[in-house]
Each structure stands twice: as C-alpha cells, then as structure tokens.
C-alpha cells in the first residue's frame, strides 16, 4: 500500500521568506501526486498536482513542486511568502490506475511579519 | 456552480444515537468521496463511491455506512455514534473514472461531536 509522509508538523517562516515544505512518498511505480492547502476551517482547494511528464509542476498561489523520482520527494515550494499563506499543506498520493487517493499528515504554515 | 455542498454544518450526538450527512455535487462528477479528518493524522477515507450504483470501503469503514443515492448525492451514516467518531467529516468529488486519479474537490465539512 502507498504511504505519504510530511516530516515537518509545523513550520514557521517570515512573511517575504522562502518556503520549502516537505512529502515523501512510499509506493514502488510512479505515483500521481498532489498537494492541497486547507485554510482554518474550510476544505482542501489543489494546489497543483503530478501525473507525468516535466517534472517541475507550477500551481496555483505562485506555488510549485518538484518530482524528484531518486528520492522519492515531492516538495512543496514558494518563492517568498504572504502572510495570507498561512494554513495548512497536505500531500497526497494515488497510484496510477487506482482512485484512492492516500493524504499526508499535513503541515502547518504560520507566517510572521 | 455551488460545488460540493454538506449538511448540516455542526452536530452533537449523543453515544447511541443515529444520524446521516449529506452530501452533493453540481459539477457532473463521478466519484465521491467521505473523509474524516482528526488532529495530527491527515484524512483518512472512509468510504467511496466510483460511479453511481457503486460504492467501496476506505481505510476506517467500521462504524459508517454510505448510499450513493444518484450521480449528485452521496449520504454518509452512523447507525450507533460512539465518542470515538467525534471528527470533521468532508465529502469531496472527482471526475474521476474507474481506475483514473484526479482532482479532488472538497465540501466545507461537518463537525460531529459525539459525547
């Protein structure tokens, strides 16, 4: 069964900083891949997702992810962050050919002025 | 295009009793989806539903039943709540076809408190 780690809990960073937050993923063939941001109290909105092809993957938000298949990583990067970016970050897995899709722990964001 | 909607908002139970949480999608999608979500441990699925007709267990079915009612309409149930379903529940959908992962698109949840 895939598995999907996010070692980081909780991250803090200041507003205009860059941002890098972690997924690993455990799955044996290449998986479809995802990130979602949950603002307190609402659902997940996709940010961006990997399915194939360039491995660098733009998103919403100016946000980006990277797809490194020798380290089994999907990070989750942003330039120089807003402090309306503050919420919380899942990573997601499903393997091609199957819908279910597995969630990460999550990450939460906090950003200070 | 109001998307995925979930009744009702917030709901205290107490042990024993029964309720359902409904869910609907205008977007013409596929498949659909109940997720609870708990502190520190992500989402975690509870029951699917690929197609119209179809439904499958998740990860922690034990406790829930669902009815795929139609292509809209995905309804989650708790025949004997217990405090240790005390969550955030959210219906999510997808255009999705059998066997092909996409998109996910959330409802804004239901918070249950079961005492």
């Known amino acids: 069964a895939q598995s999907v780690t996010q070692p980081d809990i909780h991250i803090t960073v200041s507003e205009g900083a860059s941002l890098e937050l972690r997924c690993n993923y455990s799955y044996g063939a290449t998986p479809y891949l995802f990130w979602y941001v949950q603002s307190p109290g609402q659902g997940l909105q996709l940010l961006l997702k990997y399915f194939s092809g360039d491995t660098l993957v733009q998103g919403i938000k100016g946000f980006e992810a990277e797809f490194k298949r020798s380290q089994s990583s999907f990070n989750l990067r942003k330039p120089s962050v807003h402090w309306s970016d503050a919420a919380e970050y899942f990573c997601a897995v499903a393997p091609q050919g199957y819908q279910k899709v597995t969630f990460g722990t999550g990450t939460k964001l906090q950003v200070i002025p | 295009n109001a998307g995925v909607t979930q009744t009702p908002k917030f709901q205290v139970l107490k042990t024993g009793q029964s309720m359902t949480l409904q869910c609907a999608q205008d977007m013409n999608h596929n498949s659909m989806y109940w997720y609870r979500q708990d502190p520190g441990m992500g989402l975690r699925l509870i029951y699917y539903?690929?197609?119209?007709?179809?439904?499958d267990k998740g990860e922690v079915p034990n406790g829930y039943n669902v009815s795929r009612l139609n292509k809209r309409e995905f309804s989650l149930r708790l025949e004997s709540a217990a405090p240790s379903q005390t969550s955030v529940y959210f219906c999510a959908s997808s255009g999705s076809l059998a066997g092909v992962s996409d998109t996910q698109y959330f409802g804004p949840g239901t918070r249950l408190t079961v005492l």
């Open positions: 539903s690929a197609s119209e007709g179809t439904t």
